[in-house]
């Protein structure tokens, strides 16, 4: 079965395949993307991983026996970055829209470390986690937050960090029962996604989110293995997941909406590696017949080749598109002239819209173009053909709604609008979150529409407020409907949320063992009968194995003691349970 190829561990392979590359797929006469070649700085080879939304894209070119992390500007060029002292090599893997980039390097000949480029500041070695050895530098957002692997000094494993400036660098754990875990991409609420180990050796796509922990993502069609590579900032996900018959597929996950198969481009694998805050990705597919693999991106619910999106004389093969920003630039490598080098696809047009004001924003005001899906006020939405376009706004509680534009797009260019609500008098607020363990802090912001001279909430504990836009921390277990009312010259209106806030309590572990004694061997049946809401379940028998089964059976061969602990877990955090297993001879 074809393994995973992730960033790092594709680096030198696809160099020592690209021979079997060269030869193009039939493509589209018409050329929709402009394709700029990023160069080797007289090197063997490049590839583009990261780009922000200036075009500024980092990767590594191979010069002089060992790879080098750069930066290409555009209208600048490419920048060898260097490495980290007394180095010699280093790879650049994700950059941020301040120019920051992230990835790893040697240092004095040792192990590699992750490190924090800054423009006009230089490369910066983050270190390891305490006692380590190495570490990895992977994905990086706004705020300067870095996420990748660092090796941990016991057991020989590696785990997944976020390394915040001015903190320093976090253990992010793994899932329940797993040893080893790796963070790929960091969004700008600090959500990480990576992959992680399970109790049974296999690794499943996960997704981190501050204060919340690390949520296993499963799997495609229930099968036993997948990875998360890209992050966008609504907490979207794209990576690959092996499936039931052979395969590897390229996924979609959404919150709440969970794992979607996004196809291939008629072959058996495919993985995606990158996505923008519009949703669409980017990554790698087999063809029909397994004969080669070229990159994709995937929009709108279709999957297409990158190579028909392109002049068809460019004298292009695009292999893996890496990363995409939110005007739709696409980087990644593929074959032209017979070398591997990195390249920077730019589509036709463009659309951003700003809606305002600020409240209607806030009460959830949204925009499309052509029926398409919403986007929030400033979003980009790339790849859009030449001509006239159709910019609809959604209806908000509240908020006479402005009506329907045409705008025109230009080759090459973002063209913009701008879309206005007018308030009507309404109560209408918003929750920062609805959803966690106790203490629960949450902050209410009011959206409310109209002239009002007094407001009041209620917050179902009991509690109430008179700030315009509060903070309130809810410290007990329960399902609390929140109400605000606002009083002014028209009277009083009132925004009654039923249900709004769920806080979670802890589980509560228990469990019976039968038998709890007898003669070695002595198979005992485990029946969970733990209370609350239980996502996961962590057996340790005693005797150095575990179980990740509800209801386990397990046999215990050698005669003595043994205590025998259930730990579950769910959204209001953890609980455990000991029982003693006498085995006789």
């Given at each position: ?75 600048v060029g490419m920048q060898d970055l260097g490495t980290l002292s007394g180095g010699s ?29 800054t423009p006009g500041t230089g490369m910066q070695d983050l270190g390891a986690l305490p ?210 080098h990195a390249f920077l696809m730019t589509p036709p047009g463009s659309l951003t819209v ?232």
């Open positions: 079965m074809r393994p995973f190829k992730g960033i790092f561990g594709r680096v030198f392979k696809i160099f020592m395949t690209t021979a079997l590359l060269v030869p193009a797929l039939a493509i589209s006469a018409m050329a929709q993307y402009t394709i700029t070649d990023l160069g080797t700085l007289g090197g063997s080879y490049s590839i583009g991983y990261g780009i922000n939304n200036s075009g500024e894209v980092t990767g590594f070119i191979y010069t002089a026996g060992n790879p080098h992390a750069f930066l290409y500007t555009p209208g090599q280093s790879l650049g893997a994700g950059i941020n829209n301040s120019g920051q980039v992230t990835g790893n390097g040697d240092v004095d000949g040792l192990g590699g470390y992750a490190f924090l480029y006692g380590a050895s190495y570490s990895h530098g992977c994905g990086i957002n706004d705020s300067g937050q870095v996420t990748g692997l660092s090796s941990i000094p016991t057991g020989g494993g590696y785990h997944a960090f976020v390394y915040t400036p001015g903190t320093g660098m976090q253990d992010l754990g793994t899932l329940p029962g797993g040893s080893n875990s790796e963070g790929m991409s960091i969004n700008n609420s600090g959500q990480v996604t990576g992959y992680a180990s399970l109790a049974n050796g296999n690794y499943d796509a996960f997704l981190y989110t501050p204060g919340t922990g690390m949520q296993d993502l499963g799997t495609l069609t229930g099968y036993n293995t997948s990875k998360g590579y890209g992050i966008n900032n609504s907490g979207e996900v794209t990576g690959g997941s092996l499936i039931t018959g052979g395969g590897e597929h390229a996924f979609l996950y959404s919150p709440g909406t969970g794992m979607q198969d996004i196809g291939t481009l008629g072959g058996d694998f495919s993985e995606g590696h990158g996505i923008n805050n519009s949703g669409q990705v980017v990554g790698w597919s087999w063809t029909a017949g397994n004969a080669v693999t070229d990159a994709f991106l995937y929009s709108n619910g279709q999957m297409t080749d990158l190579n028909t999106l392109i002049d068809p004389s460019s004298g292009w093969t695009l292999i893996d598109g890496f990363g995409i920003n939110d005007l739709g630039q696409i980087t990644g490598d593929g074959i032209i002239n017979g070398q591997q700003t809606i305002s004001p600020a409240g209607a924003v806030g009460a959830g005001a949204m925009w499309n173009v052509d029926g398409g899906r919403w986007q929030a006020s400033g979003a980009v939405v790339p790849n859009l053909s030449v001509g006239s376009h159709t910019v609809a706004f959604s209806g908000v509680q509240g908020w006479t709604t402005p009506p329907s534009q045409t705008v025109t797009i230009a080759n090459g260019q973002t063209a913009s609008a701008v879309g206005t609500y007018t308030p009507f008098f309404a109560a209408i607020f918003t929750a920062s979150t609805t959803s966690g363990k106790a203490p629960l802090k949450v902050h209410f912001t009011n959206c409310s529409a109209g002239s009002f001279t007094k407001w009041l909430w209620h917050f179902g504990d009991g509690e109430t407020s008179k700030i315009w836009n509060p903070t309130h921390t809810y410290n007990k277990a329960g399902v609390f409907t929140v109400t605000l009312a606002m009083t002014g010259a028209k009277g009083t209106c009132t925004c009654d949320q039923p249900g709004l806030i769920t806080v979670y309590a802890a589980p509560k572990a228990n469990f019976s063992a039968v038998p709890r004694a007898g003669d070695a061997p002595l198979t005992v049946n485990f029946t969970n009968e733990s209370s609350g809401i239980v996502t996961n379940w962590l057996w340790n028998f005693g005797d150095g194995t575990t179980s990740t089964d509800a209801n386990p059976t397990h046999t215990y061969n050698s005669p003595r003691t043994y205590e025998a602990k259930l730990t579950v877990y769910g959204p209001g955090g953890a609980g455990s349970k000991t029982v003693s297993i006498i085995v006789k001879k």
